[in-house]
C-alpha cells in the first residue's frame, strides 16, 4: 500500500532527524567538556611544559578512546533503533520478542542472564531493557512467532528481567541513561549521558 510506504518513509526521516539532532548535541557536549577540563589542566600547571604533558594525555582520552566507545555504542544504537522499528511494524505476525546476546566472551555476566528472555513484544520490560542497554552493547531482539513460544512460562521470564533491573549493574547504566529504548526516544545519547 503507498500511503503505509509513504508513512513508514515519514517516519524514518523524523526519526533520523531527531536522532541526528541528539548527535549534535551530545558533541557539543563533549566539545565543551573538553575545553572545561583542558581550562582547568591550563590553571592548574605550572608550566607550558606541564600543560602540554597532561593536555596531550586528556586529549587522547577525549579523541580516541572514548571517540571509539562512542561511534561503537552510536553505530550499534542506529542498527538496534532500525530493528526496532521493523519489529513494531511486525507485532501482529511476531507478537514476542526474545533478548539475544552476541553469545561470546566480551558479553556481560549480567546481559547474559537475559540471553533467551522472551517477552510479549508489548511488555513495558522492553522499555528498558531493549538494546543496547550499556556502552558498546551488542545485544539483540529477535521476533518470534505465537507458536513459538508454547510451553514457555512468561512470568519466570519476567521474573529474570525483574532480578537484572534490581542489580547493580543496571543501577548503574540507570545513572548513565541507559534505562530506555533507544528505538522509541531517537536518541543515540541520552540527555543524562553528559559529560
Excluded at 524514518?12 to 548527535?23: K, P, T, V, Y
Aim: hydrophobic share 35%.
Amino acid at each position: 500500500n503507498a500511503d503505509v510506504d509513504v508513512a513508514y518513509k515519514l517516519s524514518d526521516d523524523l526519526f533520523r532527524m531527531a536522532a541526528e539532532q541528539n548527535l549534535f548535541h551530545f558533541s557539543a557536549a563533549k566539545t565543551l567538556a573538553e575545553i572545561q577540563e583542558l581550562n582547568r589542566l591550563f590553571r592548574e600547571s605550572g608550566s607550558f611544559d606541564e600543560f602540554h604533558r597532561r593536555a596531550k594525555e586528556t586529549t587522547e582520552v577525549f579523541n580516541k578512546t572514548w571517540q571509539r566507545t562512542e561511534y561503537e555504542t552510536a553505530v550499534l544504537t542506529a542498527e538496534s533503533a532500525s530493528n526496532y522499528h521493523r519489529l513494531m511494524g511486525k507485532t501482529k505476525m511476531f507478537p514476542y520478542w526474545k533478548y539475544v546476546t552476541a553469545g561470546d566472551e566480551k558479553v556481560r555476566e549480567e546481559h547474559r542472564k537475559l540471553d533467551g528472555v522472551i517477552l510479549p513484544a508489548n511488555d513495558p520490560r522492553w522499555k528498558k531493557i531493549f538494546p543496547p542497554n550499556g556502552w558498546k552493547c551488542r545485544c539483540r531482539v529477535v521476533p518470534l512467532m505465537k507458536h513459538e513460544v508454547e510451553g514457555i512460562d512468561i512470568n519466570a521470564m519476567r521474573a529474570i528481567v525483574d532480578e537484572y533491573l534490581g542489580t547493580s549493574e543496571w543501577k548503574m547504566n540507570e545513572a548513565q541513561g541507559w534505562d530506555s529504548n533507544r528505538g522509541e526516544t531517537a536518541e543515540v545519547f541520552s540527555k543524562n549521558q553528559h559529560y
